[in-house]
């Protein structure tokens, strides 16, 4: 995956859909509710015969799971995918994301980030390529209680990651996972919540799996990093459980780490800490 600073727009297509957002820009002006600028242009594309999609609501199915929902504003003819946005600042990383997953899921090679908040129209376009990682082979560490239930983890990840291959956010990722081990017959827990101190139903961001173990998914990083293995601790405590996984899918590779509960134990007052939904 690239981002190239280069704003050019080097084919038809893609300098008549500029044209065309220039036009609305200049009609409406700028710093107005996104929407607006939707509606103009989809009208504005239709009249210039620019075939088009207009926020088309796709799922990403995995074995008959659904791990994730994409509506990108616009899928041009089958070309590009432009996302529009009004902004005081500049376009932020997670913008980037945003446009990368969608490139991806739509098979389609470009994007571009359109910013209708400024005096004038800004956009940057964006190049999208593929990458294919393995997770790497590890030794199973002494306190991972079910040997069993963590090699079959790491295998249905492992399959699921050969099929789709990297370049989705942490929230795919974290869908694909939970769909990769359920197709395996194995329970999940999408929403574990816990007692904290004395907060109840505290929803934790990692995966429960089959009542033994927690699973935490990150994706788009530079890897596994000492924060993600203190916060999966963090939720082993207060979930009660003794070990766990870090997954990363990042931009080119892939690794997996695992992580024991610290065995602080939450005061005996605090109730119990487990509350699976």
Not at 246 to 275: C, E, I, M
Request: hydrophobic residues 40%.
């Amino acid at each position: 995956m690239v981002k190239p600073k280069s704003q050019s727009a080097d084919d038809p297509i893609t300098r008549a859909f500029i044209g065309q957002a220039m036009k609305v820009h200049s009609a409406v002006g700028p710093g107005l509710d996104e929407e607006i600028y939707h509606q103009e242009l989809v009208t504005a594309l239709t009249a210039a015969g620019i075939s088009h999609l207009s926020k088309p609501r796709r799922d990403l199915v995995y074995r008959g799971i659904v791990a994730d929902t994409f509506e990108p504003d616009f899928v041009i003819e089958n070309h590009f995918i432009p996302e529009l946005k009004c902004l005081r600042g500049p376009f932020a990383p997670e913008h980037w994301v945003q446009v990368v997953c969608y490139c991806k899921f739509w098979r389609l090679r470009t994007s571009l980030l359109v910013d209708f908040g400024k005096q004038s129209l800004i956009w940057d376009r964006f190049l999208y390529r593929s990458h294919t990682a393995s997770l790497p082979d590890v030794k199973l560490p002494a306190f991972v209680s079910n040997p069993s239930l963590a090699t079959h983890i790491i295998r249905a990840v492992s399959e699921c990651l050969d099929e789709i291959g990297l370049g989705y956010r942490q929230t795919t990722w974290k869908g694909l996972v939970s769909a990769a081990i359920q197709s395996a017959g194995i329970k999940v827990h999408l929403n574990p919540t816990a007692t904290v101190l004395h907060h109840p139903h505290i929803t934790m961001p990692s995966l429960v799996i089959d009542d033994t173990c927690a699973v935490l998914v990150t994706a788009l990083t530079d890897g596994i990093n000492a924060t993600d293995r203190a916060t999966l601790q963090t939720h082993l405590r207060w979930l009660n459980l003794e070990w766990g996984i870090v997954f990363n899918f990042g931009k080119t590779t892939a690794d997996l780490s695992f992580v024991q509960n610290p065995k602080k134990k939450p005061p005996a007052d605090s109730g119990r800490p487990t509350d699976y939904l």
